[in-house]
């Protein structure tokens, strides 16, 4: 089974800090995806990447960017965390080699911005 | 734009009966479907995914069928279990089948 790893599991930050999450797969997976999970709005993409050094703008990218240093690491950067970015977030990939191409997600971090 | 939506928020039932969570989309192109099911305090996962027009498709008791007259793709299971309490996520494959869009989730509570 597809294994994705997050780090940190667990973040508390204040307002106007600098927060970086990492994600790493193992399965040589060439999409990578980040998401926040909010209640009442389930699960939203920010930002995904089909390969090392390629970005793309998901439905609420705003406050956030993104890197994917390589095929295997995609991270994701608050650089100025906001309250409103207090919420869980999900790091996923897939091989995508079709519609039908199911998504492994990580087992999510929980970020609190004070 | 494309969109999934998921009209019951919370659904509560006792063991043993069956249960349908109600999955509608919009979409201009083709579309594939998918459940994810969300345990307490876990991650996401792959539940079942749509075939063609009309085709059921069933995993671990769950099924559901698409039905592109109506765009909906309800799940359904006809006796659930303690087990079977989650979150359960309706998504749709985007034009590119690059990214999923979610539906906002459909949490079961089951009751012994």
């Known amino acids: 089974e597809a294994a994705v790893t997050q780090s940190p599991r667990n973040k508390v930050t204040v307002t106007g800090g600098n927060v970086t999450l990492s994600c790493r797969q193992t399965?040589?997976?060439?999409?990578m995806y980040w998401y926040r999970q909010d209640t009442g709005h389930g699960l939203r993409l920010i930002h995904y990447s089909y390969g090392a050094g390629n970005l793309q703008i998901g439905d609420v990218p705003d406050g956030y960017k993104a890197t994917r240093t390589t095929q295997e690491d995609f991270f994701l950067l608050l650089e100025l965390a906001s309250p409103s970015q207090t919420s869980l977030y999900f790091c996923?990939?897939?091989?995508?080699?079709?519609?039908?191409?199911?998504?492994?997600f990580g087992p999510g971090t929980r970020l609190t911005v004070l | 734009g494309d969109s999934v939506t998921q009209t019951e928020g919370l659904v509560t039932l006792t063991k043993g009966l069956p249960v349908m969570l109600n999955c509608t989309y919009q979409?201009?192109?083709?579309?594939?479907l998918f459940w994810y099911v969300q345990h307490l305090n876990e991650a996401p996962k792959l539940l079942l995914k749509s075939s063609t027009d009309n085709k059921r498709t069933e995993h671990q008791g769950f099924y559901a069928t698409l039905h592109k007259s109506s765009s909906s793709f309800h799940l359904q299971k006809s006796s659930v279990q303690l087990s079977d309490s989650a979150l359960y996520f309706c998504a749709l494959s985007d034009p590119g089948g690059r990214a999923l869009i979610f539906g906002t989730g459909t949490t079961v509570s089951v009751s012994p």
């Open positions: 979409t201009t192109y083709s579309p594939f």
């Open positions: 399965n040589s997976h060439n999409y």
């Open positions: 996923a990939s897939s091989d995508m080699t079709g519609h039908y191409a199911e998504q492994f």
